[in-house]
C-alpha cells in the first residue's frame, strides 16, 4: 500500500556530500519511494544555511573530499544538532579526529562503499524517524489547549512543544514572528488558554 504524499516540510531529507559521483547514485537507488527528499553537493555550505531547500535529517559525507573539512562538520552539527551522520573514511586504519569523535556520527563507512551496507543503515535510521515524529505527534496531542492546532512537519510539532512551555512560563511577555498567515494568532491563543491566566481577556494586537 502506497504511503502517503507529504509535503516538502514533512519529508525527512538526506544530504549526500563530495564529490564521488556513486555515492549519490546509491543514495538515490535506496531512498526510492521512501519519501525522501536527496540533496547532493561537493561541499558543506558555509556559513551553514539558515532556512536549507531540504531539511537535513541524514547527512552522508565523504572525507576524502576537499569540501568536508572536520571544522565545516562541526559547524555543520552545531546549526542542525538533530541530524544523524555518516562518514566516508578514506582510510579506516587512520586515527579519527577529536572533531568529529565528539560529533556523535551514526556509522562509518569503509572504502568500497556497499550498497547493501548503506541501504541497511537507512533504512534503520528511517524507522527510528518515524518512530520520532509519532512519539511527537502524540505528545501534540496530549498538550491541552492546543488540540485546535492541525499538523504533523517536524517543525510545526516542535513549535507546538515550544509553546505549551512559554505557556507555563511566569513571564507575561511572548515574542512570536512569522509571516503573514502562518498562525501567529492561533499559537497566541493556545498559549494564552493554556497559561495561569487563562481565565483573564486576550487582547490581540497587531
Known sequence: MPSPERSPAESPGF????????????????VAGSGTQVRTMNNLPSPPEESPPIRPDWLLADLRSKGVAPASLEQFKI?????????VAGDPRAPIPVELAR??????????????????????????????????RRQSREIPDFRDLIGAA???????????????SPSTVVLIQGETG?????????IHRASPRSTGAFVEVN
Do not use: N
Open 79 to 87: 546549526a542542525y544538532p538533530a541530524c544523524q551522520l555518516f562518514l
Open 182 to 190: 502562518t498562525g501567529k494568532g492561533l499559537i497566541a491563543r493556545a
Open 103 to 136: 560529533l556523535g556520527v551514526r556509522h562509518w563507512f569503509v572504502l568500497p562503499v556497499d550498497a547493501d551496507e548503506v541501504r541497511r543503515v537507512f533504512r534503520a535510521a528511517l524507522r527510528s524517524h518515524r518512530a520520532l515524529l509519532e512519539r511527537q
Open 15 to 30: 544530504w549526500v556530500v563530495g564529490d564521488d559521483p556513486r555515492l549519490a547514485e546509491i543514495v538515490m537507488g535506496i
Open 154 to 168: 517536524p517543525g510545526f510539532l516542535e513549535t507546538c512543544d515550544l509553546a505549551a512551555r512559554a505557556a507555563l
